[in-house]
């Protein structure tokens, strides 16, 4: 009778009690891990070989790896470090989030919405930034708005829009449904604003006449819809242009199209969606420009190449007057600290001026800005500084707190596309933690510009 031989479990489990340590030594140290891996975080030595065990479970809690072979607790190497950045989670070590490399006790604080340095504190310390980002999504309707301490960044299909949300640091999350159509039609341009309560009104143009619209706010990782989808109702067609602003701690939206065979056009804003619009104005002349704009007590409507109108929040027009040169742009005109500020040409497209309008007319406290800017022109604005932008590049001009006075702020930012691929719709979000402006492409993709980030 064949006698049969011990287990072979037996002999492997012996072979790695005793050759573990040789194999894996020490290990490297490790943050709060005592004299190094080998040392619990009480200070004692490990109980190799003293604690009966029948599986891993069953071994003390140490810095190191510490497994059951053959009934022994056994180190069998250092705790590990999922991120690599040298430093052990707790209750070993001061690494806050062990799936990030760039996060860990003792590191330094950067400016991109995390706690680099693990002290429950985000971004505490950072210095402020600008940084670039290109973004594998995006469509030419592509727009950036505010989103919470976040930004949210539009992508369309042909039926639907979503909204992706991208951190300070150029992080995006998972892309969230927006707005969807149930016929065969396409969206062909959208617009957004957010209100001074944390809520973003998001408007999209369906083919050439209808607009449909939706009320959102962020609701932890997601998004809260506060009112809508719904579409906002007009008598228009062919509207050419769309343009959306904060008014009066709620919107204004802005649009231009025809009223009809041979009568004309009409430029209808609506400051309640519900309602009807406020202000109608006619007009003969196709213009190629559009945009509204507040001083934070009027609404500011253009009705041809240089005529502005100022209605109070009920509707009644207290000012009219005409601001030479305002033609120029796409977008002529933003609203910047209780004033509203016009991007005016010298009349043959040579030189570009920002000025300040009022109620009482304009221009006022111009600018000259350097270069000759090339392709379609837009000026925006944010709580402090006035974007003009035109293909492929973004020049900013900040405002200073001292009176009749505006300086240039640095070099022009460059909004990052693919290569002979030029930025469309330039939009400009006003973040409660920096600026960023945005644009898509006909390539698939964004761009993302993130401004002074941390420097609020």
Same mark, same amino acid.
């Given at each position: 009778?064949?006698?049969?031989?011990?287990?072979?479990?037996?002999?492997?489990?012996?072979?790695?009690?005793? @050759?573990?340590?040789? %194999?894996?030594?020490?290990?490297?140290?490790? @943050?709060?891990?005592?004299?190094?891996?080998?040392?619990?975080?009480?200070?004692?030595?490990?109980?190799?070989?003293?604690?009966?065990?029948?599986?891993?479970?069953?071994?003390?809690?140490?810095?190191? =790896?510490?497994?059951?072979?053959?009934?022994?607790?056994?180190?069998?190497?250092?705790?590990?470090? @999922?991120?690599?950045?040298?430093?052990?989670?707790?209750?070993?070590?001061?690494?806050? =989030?062990?799936?990030?490399?760039?996060?860990?006790?003792?590191?330094?604080? %950067?400016?991109?919405?995390?706690?680099?340095?693990?002290?429950?504190?985000? &971004?505490?310390?950072?210095?402020?930034?600008?940084?670039?980002?290109?973004?594998?999504?995006?469509?030419?309707?592509?727009?950036?708005?505010?989103?919470?301490?976040?930004?949210?960044?539009?992508?369309?299909?042909?039926?639907?829009?979503?909204?992706?949300?991208?951190?300070?640091?150029?992080?995006? @999350?998972?892309? /969230?449904?927006?707005?969807?159509?149930?016929?065969?039609?396409?969206?062909?341009?959208?617009?957004?604003?957010?209100?001074?309560?944390?809520?973003?009104?998001?408007?999209?143009?369906?083919?050439?006449?209808?607009?449909?619209?939706?009320?959102?706010?962020?609701?932890?990782?997601?998004?809260?819809?506060?009112?809508?989808?719904?579409?906002?109702?007009?008598?228009?067609? &062919? /509207?050419?242009?769309?343009?959306?602003?904060?008014?009066?701690?709620?919107?204004?939206?802005?649009?231009?199209?025809?009223?009809?065979?041979?009568?004309? !056009?009409?430029?209808?804003?609506?400051?309640?969606?519900?309602?009807?619009?406020?202000?109608?104005?006619?007009?003969?002349? +196709?213009?190629?420009?559009?945009?509204?704009?507040?001083?934070?007590?009027?609404?500011?409507?253009?009705?041809?190449?240089?005529?502005?109108?100022?209605?109070?929040?009920?509707?009644?027009?207290?000012?009219?007057?005409?601001?030479?040169? /305002?033609?120029?742009?796409?977008?002529?005109?933003?609203?910047? !600290?209780?004033?509203?500020?016009? %991007?005016?040409?010298?009349?043959?497209?040579?030189?570009?001026?920002?000025?300040?309008? =009022?109620?009482?007319?304009?221009? =006022?406290?111009?600018?000259?800005?350097?270069?000759?800017?090339?392709?379609?022109?837009?000026?925006?604005?944010?709580?402090?500084?006035?974007?003009?932008?035109?293909?492929? +590049?973004?020049?900013?001009?900040?405002? !200073?707190?001292?009176?009749?006075?505006?300086?240039?702020?640095?070099?022009?930012?460059?909004?990052?596309?693919?290569?002979?691929?030029?930025?469309?719709?330039?939009?400009?979000?006003?973040?409660?933690?920096?600026?960023?402006?945005?644009?898509?492409?006909? +390539?698939?993709?964004?761009?993302?510009?993130?401004?002074?980030?941390?420097?609020?």
């Amino acid at each position: 009778m064949l006698r049969k031989s011990p287990p072979r479990r037996w002999w492997l489990g012996l072979f790695a009690a005793l @050759a573990a340590p040789l %194999l894996f030594g020490a290990g490297p140290e490790y @943050a709060g891990c005592g004299s190094g891996p080998e040392v619990a975080p009480t200070g004692t030595p490990l109980p190799a070989g003293e604690v009966e065990c029948a599986a891993d479970g069953d071994c003390p809690s140490s810095c190191a =790896d510490v497994r059951c072979i053959a009934g022994e607790c056994v180190e069998v190497g250092p705790m590990v470090d @999922a991120d690599g950045d040298g430093v052990a989670p707790p209750p070993c070590g001061g690494d806050c =989030d062990d799936t990030r490399s760039d996060v860990a006790e003792g590191f330094p604080e %950067l400016c991109d919405g995390l706690d680099n340095n693990c002290n429950m504190l985000v &971004d505490d310390g950072a210095p402020p930034t600008d940084s670039n980002f290109t973004l594998n999504f995006g469509d030419p309707t592509s727009v950036v708005l505010p989103f919470g301490d976040r930004f949210l960044v539009t992508t369309a299909t042909r039926g639907a829009i979503f909204g992706v949300p991208v951190t300070i640091g150029g992080e995006t @999350a998972t892309p /969230i449904e927006l707005l969807r159509l149930v016929s065969g039609a396409a969206f062909t341009r959208v617009r957004g604003a957010g209100a001074d309560d944390g809520r973003v009104l998001l408007v999209a143009q369906v083919d050439d006449r209808a607009l449909r619209y939706v009320v959102i706010r962020p609701d932890g990782d997601g998004l809260e819809v506060v009112a809508g989808p719904a579409d906002l109702t007009h008598d228009l067609r &062919d /509207i050419s242009a769309l343009d959306i602003i904060a008014f009066d701690g709620e919107w204004a939206v802005g649009v231009d199209g025809e009223r009809g065979i041979s009568l004309g !056009r009409e430029r209808v804003v609506w400051t309640d969606l519900t309602a009807a619009p406020l202000v109608r104005i006619s007009t003969m002349d +196709a213009l190629p420009s559009f945009a509204i704009a507040t001083d934070g007590t009027h609404l500011v409507v253009p009705d041809t190449e240089d005529g502005l109108h100022f209605f109070l929040p009920t509707g009644a027009e207290v000012a009219g007057f005409t601001v030479p040169g /305002i033609s120029i742009a796409r977008h002529p005109l933003a609203s910047s !600290r209780g004033r509203v500020v016009a %991007l005016l040409t010298d009349g043959i497209g040579f030189a570009l001026r920002i000025a300040y309008v =009022d109620v009482m007319g304009g221009p =006022d406290e111009t600018y000259d800005l350097p270069g000759s800017p090339t392709g379609e022109v837009s000026v925006h604005s944010t709580t402090g500084t006035v974007y003009v932008s035109w293909v492929g +590049a973004v020049t900013t001009v900040t405002e !200073r707190l001292l009176p009749n006075l505006v300086t240039p702020a640095g070099a022009p930012l460059i909004l990052e596309a693919p290569a002979g691929v030029g930025v469309d719709a330039v939009s400009v979000a006003d973040g409660p933690r920096a600026d960023a402006v945005g644009g898509g492409t006909t +390539a698939g993709r964004a761009s993302l510009t993130v401004v002074g980030a941390c420097g609020r």
